[in-house]
């Protein structure tokens, strides 16, 4: 058998990375509209994400770990 074992940290943290990306497009980056630096802040805002998105892909990836099961034997 294979079980599944869920490390939470790794989850939380995972969660926790896209809850970054989504309040650096929806709060930090409208504070910008219409000044000079919108396009600077925009720029680094989307190598951040990307970066952060593959983060928590391998966060994700190690939260979650199969462990097989040894089978118990018949004597």
Known sequence: MTKIRINFFNLIAAVCSLLLVVYAWTMF?????GLIQYSEVRNIIIVLSVLLLAVSSLQFYVAFRKEETKPKEQS
């Open 29 to 33: 980056l409208p504070m910008y509209e």
